[in-house]
């Protein structure tokens, strides 16, 4: 059973930035594919990123269109952390962002693909 604590939500101005981090507690973490989720009021939960291994110290990132070219997802394996920086942020980015992992993942945008889940931390970004 896997662990995932999210941290560094909050409240930040439109065109303002933000990392969220994932910490996790298995030491194998570095292998697993790691996804950013976020839910806003009264929508589903939509795919934002994620971070997928491919093998020895290669990893692929992907992004769903809304934030590509402002998100950035990374790792630092040895802090068993993965990151969400987000940038030139818009009020439509306000949400709860969750943090989901697991072994294999064949479709990294299907949270139904992910075992194991974060609680959650608040992004609100205001206009």
């Known amino acids: 059973q896997v662990q995932l604590v999210e941290s560094g939500g909050g409240l930040v101005q439109a065109g303002g930035s933000l990392r969220l981090s994932c910490a996790a507690s298995d030491r194998t973490f570095s292998t697993y594919t790691v996804g950013w989720f976020r839910q806003a009021p009264g929508k589903e939960r939509e795919f934002v990123a994620a971070?997928?291994?491919?093998?020895?110290?290669?990893?692929?990132?992907d992004y769903a269109d809304s934030v590509k070219g402002r998100f950035t997802i990374s790792r630092h394996n040895a802090k068993n952390t993965v990151y969400l920086q987000m940038n030139s942020l818009k009020p439509e980015d306000t949400a709860v962002y969750y943090c989901?992992?697991?072994?294999?993942?064949?479709?990294?945008?299907?949270?139904?693909?992910?075992?194991?889940w974060g609680q959650g931390t608040q992004v609100t970004v205001s206009s």
């Open positions: 989901a992992a697991d072994r294999s993942v064949a479709v990294v945008a299907e949270h139904s693909e992910y075992r194991y």
């Open positions: 971070i997928r291994w491919t093998g020895g110290n290669t990893y692929y990132a």
